[in-house]
C-alpha cells in the first residue's frame, strides 16, 4: 500500500470539490432551468435526483458484485476493500431511491408503492446488501469476507432474473428515457447535470469509504506487527 | 467418484435422519401451521378461497423449506465431523450435494403430503396438475441446492437463524414469482405459450445455481 | 526423517498474536509431547498444523510441500486428528462411523478388520452396534481414537487424548501410540497427563506465544 496517498488527499479533495458544486449546480439547475412538468407540477423534480440516484446505485452495486468475485478468485486487500465500499455507497443510495420513489410514484400513479419490476429490484437489492455486510460483520475471525464475497458474486446474476421475472410479471414505470418523456431543453439538460453530479457525488463517498477501509486494514496490520514485538519482547524479558 | 461420495453421505444423512425423525416431522408440522395460518389471514366470507391456492401453497414451501436449512449443517458440528466430511476425495462438492438431496428429498416429501391438503382447506383442485407438478419440481430444486449453499456458508456465524432468511429470500425471489405465477396460470387455464416463459425462468434460475453453487462453496471452505 | 514441520509460524485472534515464530517439526517414528497452560495456543498450533486454519505467518509442510498445495483429501489421508469433539456422528454406531471414513477416505480400498480395531480398543462387541451417542465420554474417546487408527494416516496431532479415560484406557492409549511410532507414526501429543508424559520422545512446552523449553526425555 502506498503511504503518499494517504498523506497527499489532493486528489480525493479535487474530486470532492468538483462533486460539491455539480451538485450545487444540479440544485440551481432543477429550481431554475427546468420548467415543472406540465402534467405532474412541481413533483416531478425529484425524478432528476431519483433516476441518477438509481443509475448510481446499480453501477455500485454491479460493481461490488463484480469485485467481490474478483476478490474471491484471487484475494486482495485493495479489491476486498473496494468491493466492501461499492456495496455501502450502493445501499446509501437504494435508501435514497425507495424514499425519493415513492413520492414522486404518488404523485404520478397514485400510490406510494407499486410493485414494479425497478423499485422491486431495488427493494430486494436493498435487503441482499444489508444481509451481505451483517453476515461479514457476524462472521468468525477472518471468514466473513469470503462469505460475503460468495453470496455478493452470486447476486449479480440473480438481480438479472429478479428483474426478468418482475418485468414478466407487469409493471407501469414510466420509460422515461427510453421514449423520451422530457422534451424541453431545459430538463434535458438539467437531467444530465443531475447525472453527472450524483455520480461523483457516488464516486466520492465510494473513495472515502475506500480510503477509511484501507486505512483500517493498515492500522490492523500496524497493530499486529506490534502484538508480533510484544509477544517477542515478553519472551526476551521473561524467564525461559 | 463424486456420485459415489455422494451417495455415501446421502446414505449416512438418511440413516441418522430415520433414527433421530426429528426434523422432518417438525418441518411437515411447520407446513401445516403455515397453511392455517393462511386460511385465518386471507380467506373471507364470500369470496372464492381457491384464488389464494398458489401464494398459500408457495409460500408455506417457501416457510417449511426454512426450517430444518441450517440444521444439515450444525448437525455436522455436534460430534465435530464437518471437516470429516468436507475432505474427500471429491473436494467439498459431496458434502453440498448430499445435503441439497437431503433438503429436495425433505421438501418434496413435504410437497406432496401439503398440496392435498391445501387444495381440500381452500377448496380447490388442479385445473393443469402437470404444469403445477413441474413448476414445483423445478422450485425445490432450485430452493434445495441455494438453501444448502446459503447454509454452508452462514454455519458458523452468529444470529444464522436470522440471516440465513434474510439472504435466502431475495435470492429465491425468482422462483418464487415465477412459481406463483406459473400455478396462477395453470388454475386458469392458460395456454401453453403462457406458462413456457415462467418454467423457463424456473429452469434458467436452477441451471445457474446448479453450476455455480458447488464453485461458491468450494471457494469460502477450502479445506 | 521430518514428516511434518511448523517454520515461523505466526497465527492472530481479533488483532492479536498469540502464536509468533513457531517452529516444529515432527520426524517419522517419533513421540513429540507438548504442555502449555491454558490459554497458551496449543489447540490452536494443533489446527495449524492440520491445515483446519491458516497462518497469519510463516508455513506448515508436510513432507517438505507447503500445506497450502497439499489436495485436501490426500491431506486427510495423511493427517489424522483428534480433539475435544470425537469427529464421530452420534447417531450412528461405532462400526457404522468407521465404515463410513473408511469409505470416505478410500473408496477403493478394501475395508479394514473394524471389528477387530474396535476391541483393540477396548471396545466390547455388543458396543459395536448402538448409536455412539448414549456412549460414555470414555467410550466416545476410544471410539475416536479407533477412527484415527483407522485412517491409516501417518501423522497424528492428538489434543488431550486422554480425556475421559480411565486407568486401563490410558494405558491402552499409551499401547496404541507406542505401537503406531513403531510402526512409522509421527505423533504430536498436547497432553499434561503424567502418564503419558514419561513415552515422549521429547517435551515441548508452550509459552510466550512459541515453543520454549525443548527437553529430551
Given amino acids: 500500500m502506498s503511504t503518499s496517498s494517504f498523506q497527499r488527499p489532493l486528489g480525493f479533495l479535487a474530486l470532492l470539490a468538483v462533486a460539491t458544486a455539480l451538485v450545487l449546480a444540479a440544485l440551481y439547475c432543477v429550481a431554475f432551468v427546468a420548467r415543472p412538468d406540465v402534467t405532474l407540477g412541481i413533483v416531478q423534480k425529484i425524478f432528476y435526483f431519483h433516476v441518477s440516484s438509481a443509475i448510481a446505485m446499480m453501477l455500485c452495486l454491479s460493481s461490488g458484485s463484480l469485485l467481490s468475485l474478483v476478490d474471491l478468485v484471487a484475494p486482495s486487500d485493495r479489491v476486498d476493500a473496494l468491493a466492501r465500499s461499492a456495496i455501502e455507497t450502493g445501499l446509501a443510495f437504494a435508501v435514497l431511491v425507495l424514499t425519493s420513489g415513492p413520492l414522486w410514484a404518488r404523485k404520478s400513479w397514485g400510490a406510494w408503492w407499486t410493485w414494479e419490476p425497478r ?70 439538460i438539467t437531467f444530465r447535470v443531475a447525472l453527472l453530479a450524483i455520480a461523483l457525488f457516488a464516486a466520492t463517498l465510494w473513495t472515502l469509504r475506500f480510503r477509511v477501509l484501507r486505512l483500517e486494514q493498515r492500522l490492523l496490520n500496524l497493530q499486529l506487527e506490534f502484538s508480533a514485538q510484544d509477544v517477542r519482547q515478553q519472551r526476551e524479558g521473561g524467564p525461559t | 467418484m463424486l456420485l459415489r461420495l455422494t451417495w455415501l453421505l446421502l446414505q449416512k444423512d438418511l440413516r441418522i435422519a430415520l433414527r433421530s425423525r426429528e426434523v422432518f416431522g417438525f418441518m411437515l408440522l411447520f407446513a401445516l401451521l403455515c397453511v392455517v395460518v393462511f386460511a385465518f389471514g386471507f380467506l373471507r366470507e364470500g369470496e372464492a378461497a381457491a384464488a389464494q391456492v398458489p401464494g398459500a401453497l408457495w409460500v408455506t414451501l417457501l416457510f417449511s423449506g426454512t426450517v430444518g436449512l441450517l440444521r444439515l449443517f450444525t448437525a455436522e458440528d455436534e460430534g465435530g465431523t464437518l471437516q470429516l466430511a468436507q475432505r474427500t476425495l471429491a473436494g467439498p462438492h459431496p458434502l453440498l450435494l448430499s445435503k441439497a438431496l437431503m433438503q429436495l428429498l425433505f421438501s418434496g416429501v413435504t410437497t406432496l403430503l401439503i398440496l392435498p391438503i391445501v387444495l381440500v382447506f381452500f377448496d380447490a383442485a388442479l385445473a393443469q396438475p402437470g404444469v403445477v407438478l413441474a413448476a414445483l419440481a423445478l422450485g425445490l430444486l432450485g430452493q434445495a441446492m441455494l438453501g444448502a449453499l446459503v447454509a454452508a456458508l452462514l454455519v458458523h456465524v452468529r444470529l444464522r437463524e436470522v440471516l440465513l432468511p434474510l439472504v435466502l429470500y431475495p435470492l429465491l425471489a425468482p422462483l418464487l414469482i415465477a412459481g406463483v405465477r406459473a400455478t396462477v396460470l395453470a388454475q386458469a387455464h392458460a395456454p401453453a405459450e403462457a406458462l413456457n416463459g415462467w418454467l423457463g425462468l424456473m429452469l434458467a434460475y436452477d441451471a445457474l445455481v446448479l453450476a455455480v453453487a458447488p464453485w461458491l462453496h468450494a471457494r469460502v471452505v477450502e479445506v | 526423517m521430518t514428516r511434518l514441520a511448523a517454520e515461523a509460524v505466526g497465527w492472530a485472534v481479533a488483532g492479536r498474536f498469540v502464536l509468533v515464530d513457531v517452529d516444529l517439526a515432527l520426524a517419522a517414528g517419533s513421540l513429540t509431547a507438548l504442555t502449555g497452560e491454558n490459554g497458551a495456543g496449543k489447540s490452536s498450533l494443533l489446527a495449524l498444523l492440520a491445515g483446519s486454519r491458516k497462518p497469519a505467518r510463516g508455513v506448515v509442510k508436510l513432507d517438505d510441500v507447503p ?151
Fill in chain 3, 67 to 217: 500445506l497450502a498445495d497439499i489436495d485436501a483429501a490426500h491431506l486427510a489421508r495423511r493427517l489424522a486428528r483428534l480433539d475435544h469433539t470425537p469427529g464421530l456422528y452420534l447417531e450412528l454406531s461405532a462400526l457404522e462411523n468407521l465404515k463410513l471414513f473408511h469409505g470416505l477416505l478410500h473408496p477403493s480400498r478394501p475395508e479394514p478388520a473394524i471389528a477387530a480395531l474396535l476391541e483393540r480398543v477396548g471396545l466390547a462387541r455388543r458396543d459395536h452396534d448402538r448409536p455412539v451417542r448414549g456412549f460414555s465420554r470414555g467410550m466416545l474417546q476410544r471410539t475416536a481414537l479407533a477412527r484415527v487408527l483407522a485412517s491409516g494416516a501417518d501423522v497424528w496431532l492428538l489434543d488431550e487424548p486422554s480425556t475421559g479415560l480411565d486407568r486401563a484406557g490410558s494405558a491402552l492409549l499409551a499401547d496404541v501410540l507406542d505401537d503406531a511410532r513403531r510402526q512409522g507414526a509421527a505423533i504430536l501429543l498436547a497432553t499434561h497427563d503424567p502418564a503419558l508424559l514419561p513415552l515422549a520422545d521429547r517435551q515441548l512446552h508452550l509459552a510466550h506465544g512459541h515453543v520454549v523449553a525443548t527437553e529430551a526425555a
Fill in chain 1, 119 to 188: 423499485l422491486t429490484l431495488t427493494l430486494l437489492l436493498l435487503l441482499l446488501a444489508a444481509a451481505v455486510l451483517g453476515i461479514r460483520a457476524l462472521a468468525p475471525d477472518g471468514t466473513g469476507r469470503k462469505i460475503a464475497a460468495a453470496l455478493a458474486s452470486l447476486a449479480a446474476p440473480v438481480a438479472y432474473l429478479i428483474h426478468v421475472a418482475v418485468a414478466k410479471w407487469g409493471g407501469t414505470h414510466p420509460m422515461v428515457l427510453q421514449g423520451g418523456g422530457i422534451q424541453s431543453p431545459g430538463m434535458q
